[in-house]
């Protein structure tokens, strides 16, 4: 789930650290998204084992650049698959990325320097090497299924070291 990132009026500061998912405002929920993109990847998942595999593949709604959804009003009628998040699933789903803002406050932790929400600018997201821009392959229109499993990659699962700094790095 992707929208474009922005930071609601009204909102409490650091409202993250103070509320449960359940008790956030829907802008709050929706502003905890960092907008990377990386949940908008198909993924494989070994029958036998369980574990998900990421691949480079986006979603067909997926904008490449943006990172965004290109339609997230009407994204569950144009892809039915598309998974809404929720306070109960964010706690469960197995294939959030470690860098996602819900899987980092389910778990209790804060948000990292370049979450908008912190940084108060959409694009730390893409300067911390965390976003899917410039990194998406192909949609799912253009790469058959039956190919996905040549397309899987490591790194949507893995958090780039400059996004592991306590605070924005100086160039
Ligand atoms: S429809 Fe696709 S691009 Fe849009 S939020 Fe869902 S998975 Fe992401
Ligand atoms: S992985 Fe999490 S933070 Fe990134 S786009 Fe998906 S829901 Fe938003």
Not at 18 to 29: A, V, Y
Not at 43 to 48: A, F, I, N, P, T
Not at 122 to 132: C, F, Q, Y
Not at 138 to 152: A, R, V
Request: glycine share 8%; net charge negative; aromatic share 8%.
């Amino acid at each position: 789930m992707t929208a474009a990132p922005k930071r609601p009026s009204g909102q409490e500061q650091f409202f993250w650290k103070t509320k449960t998912l359940e008790e956030m405002s829907g802008p709050e929920w929706e502003s905890l998204c960092d907008g990377c993109g990386r949940c908008c990847l198909n993924k494989l998942e070994d029958e036998d084992t369980g574990r998900i595999y990421f691949t480079h593949v986006g979603c067909k709604l997926l904008d490449g650049v943006s990172c965004a959804c290109k339609d997230y009003p009407n994204r569950s009628d144009k892809v039915p698959d598309c998974v809404r998040l929720t306070p109960a699933n964010v706690r469960t789903l197995n294939w959030l990325p470690p860098s996602c803002g819900y899987k980092l406050v389910a778990e209790g932790r804060d948000l990292y320097w370049w979450h908008p929400l912190v940084s108060g600018d959409p694009n730390t997201v893409h300067e911390a090497g965390v976003s899917v821009r410039g990194r998406v392959e192909g949609s799912e229109e253009e790469i058959p299924d039956e190919e996905l499993e040549h397309h899987i990659v490591q790194w949507p699962a893995v958090l780039p070291k400059r996004a592991r700094l306590k605070r924005r790095p100086r160039d």
